[in-house]
């Protein structure tokens, strides 16, 4: 009887676990781990590779869309399927073709910008000034991405002429507003409203941009690009003589900052 009581209480020496070694004796149910979900293990694995996709591949593949096809005959399924994503990762990121363009174009102008800094030479703030945004003109009016949209897709770009003004436009005076601070500092910027004075630089490029085909039927591009840029050096010299202050003699030579937008014209 003892025996027997002793049997059932304790277990034999030799499966009696010991505190720190392993055993392989089953676990009770609500210690056991829980067994692989092998789907969800295969879904986590393949969603480092969709982060690995960057936005910058992603507007790639739409640029070459839509250089070869242009906006409106460029689709999601058809960009997803030229960077290699499905069009449900694509969406993800961009709800739409559109949305794609407006932050690529954003981006190729935010390029542009750097490039017409680095550009701008030495010299007074608004000698820069006018050097810069001459060649930032002239690099926008030879853009193939914009110049594709202008040709067949041009209403894309009316909401920004007619209702309000987009991320590259704001950029735009940013980029003047650095110019017309130092101009009115060094005294070489007519001192006005920078805000004002700023909007109305881009209003007044950007009319070269967009209108650049129509404008230049029957003139010369580099002579518009000349007349530009003394429209500008002229607009922001800090004193314009008059025709009485010159005596009665128009004034005819080029400033240093005509001069410099003329090369580049050329």
């Known amino acids: ?142 853009d193939p991405l914009l110049q594709r949209v202008l040709d067949t897709d041009a209403e894309m770009l009316l909401p920004y002429l007619v209702e309000r003004l987009g991320s590259a436009q704001l950029a735009a005076e940013r980029f003047v507003h650095e110019y017309l601070y130092e101009g009115h500092a060094d005294g070489s910027i007519r001192r006005t409203d920078t805000a004002t004075q700023a909007r109305t630089l881009v209003l007044i490029a950007q009319s070269f941009v967009i209108s650049a085909a129509p404008a230049a039927t029957g003139v010369d591009p580099r002579n518009l690009s000349a007349e530009l840029a003394h429209s500008l050096d002229s607009a922001l010299h800090p004193s314009i003589p008059t025709a009485q202050d010159r005596g009665g003699q128009e004034h005819t030579s080029a400033g240093p900052a005509e001069n410099t937008a003329a090369e580049e014209a050329r």
């Open 1 to 142: 009887m003892t025996s027997q009581r002793h049997t059932r209480c304790e277990l034999p020496q030799q499966d009696r676990p010991v505190r720190g070694q392993h055993t392989d004796r089953p676990t009770s149910p609500a210690s056991a781990p829980e067994a692989p979900d092998h789907a969800a293990a295969s879904e986590a694995a393949a969603k480092p590779a969709v982060h690995r996709i960057s936005d910058a591949t992603l507007l790639q593949a739409a640029r070459e869309c839509v250089l070869a096809h242009g906006v409106r005959r460029s689709t999601l399924t058809g960009i997803a399927r030229r960077a290699g994503v499905s069009r449900m990762t694509l969406y993800r990121r961009f709800p739409d073709v559109h949305s794609m363009v407006a932050a690529l174009m954003t981006e190729e102008f935010a390029e542009t910008l750097r490039k017409a800094h680095a550009a701008a030479g030495t010299g007074t703030a608004r000698t820069r000034l006018v050097t810069a945004t001459i060649r930032c003109v002239r690099m926008l009016q030879s």
